[in-house]
């Protein structure tokens, strides 16, 4: 039980920081207007290294919706950043 409720509220800041992270890759992410090329490439190498880190999160989220029988949560803006 107590892992399970440990995985309810993982989630649950999960898909908080997912909206987030969608709301910076677009206002601070590599296609803002009007970046030097060098600069869009930076950001573009850090927003896919913090993409990695979240699509292992998902994964390791979605085992344990699957293990106890959850529902399985949909991250639209996770899929957008992709």
Do not use: W
């Amino acid at each position: 039980i107590g892992f399970k409720r440990g995985l309810i509220k993982d989630i649950a800041i999960f898909k908080v920081d997912v909206v987030q992270f969608r709301n910076d890759f677009v206002n601070s992410g590599p296609l803002v207007q009007g970046l030097a090329p060098m600069d869009a490439v930076d950001r573009l190498s850090r927003f896919r290294e913090e993409l990695k880190i979240r699509e292992r999160k998902y994964e390791l989220y979605r085992g344990g919706e699957e293990l106890f029988a959850l529902p399985c949560q949909e991250y639209p803006h996770l899929e957008k950043t992709k």
